[in-house]
T-cell receptor, first 112, second 113 residues
Framework: DVKVTQSSRYLVKRTGEKVFLECVQD?????MFWYRQDPGLGLRLIYF???????EKGDIPEGYSVSREKKERFSLILESASTNQTSMYLC???????????FGDGTRLSIL | DAKTTQPPSMDCAEGRAANLPCNHS???????VYWYRQIHSQGPQYIIH???NNETNEMASLIITEDRKSSTLILPHATLRDTAVYYC??????????????FGKGTKLSVIP
């Protein structure tokens, strides 16, 4: 079974802080994704990576950056957290086209 | 990716089969049908996917009509833990930039004791 582990289930941070969300997978998948999920807005892609050190912007990259130094780890960074970044953050992995994406349990992030 | 239509909610008695429908009348030949579910406050869980043949795994069965314009997810013996929002997604691929998933509103399945 694919296992996608996100570092925290719940996180509370203050406005202006730099926030790191970590995601680790154990299945050697090439592709990794960061989404955020908000009520009424569905799933929105922030960034994805199709290889080590490679990254591509998704639909809403503003205010975020990512890092993929090793194949199994994909980090999402909020450079200076703001209240509108309060959300559920989901990491996912994908082996390749036509395969399913596998998600972590999510991090519910609150910015105060 | 083709648009999907699902009923907003359904009830199912515990122990009975839950049949969740999905319409995807504009599906293209190379697009797959995927089903996920999301239990409150957890990440989406992959259930099953298929192209045109019926599929079965340890969680569910997927029945796709011959014209591929609709499908049904079957949970053979629903339990209270199957209460969740179920998402039907139709997805094709045209390179790495097309990998992102989009969830619609899904069907909220309530399993009743």
């Amino acid at each position: 079974d694919v296992k996608v582990t996100q570092s925290s289930r719940y996180l509370v941070k203050r406005t202006g802080e730099k926030v790191f969300l970590e995601c680790v997978q154990d299945m050697d998948h090439e592709n990794m994704f960061w989404y955020r999920q908000d009520p009424g807005l569905g799933l929105r892609l922030i960034y994805f990576s199709y290889d080590v050190k490679m990254k591509e912007k998704g639909d809403i990259p503003e205010g975020y950056s990512v890092s993929r130094e090793k194949k199994e780890r994909f980090s999402l960074i909020l450079e200076s957290a703001s209240t509108n970044q309060t959300s559920m953050y989901l990491c996912a992995t994908l082996q390749g086209a036509f395969q399913p994406q596998h998600f972590g349990d999510g991090t519910r992030l609150s910015i105060l | 990716d083709a648009k999907t239509t699902q009923p907003p909610s359904m009830d199912c008695a515990e122990g009975r089969a839950a049949n969740l429908p999905c319409n995807h009348s504009t599906i293209s030949g190379n697009e797959y049908v995927y089903w996920y579910r999301q239990i409150h406050s957890q990440g989406p869980q992959y259930i099953i996917h298929g192209l045109k043949n019926n599929e079965t795994n340890e969680m569910a069965s997927l029945i796709i009509t011959e014209d591929r314009k609709s499908s049904t997810l079957i949970l053979p013996h629903a339990t209270l833990r199957d209460t969740a929002v179920y998402y039907c997604i139709v997805k094709g691929y045209s390179g790495a930039g097309s990998y992102q998933l989009t969830f619609g509103k899904g069907t909220k399945l309530s399993v009743i004791p």
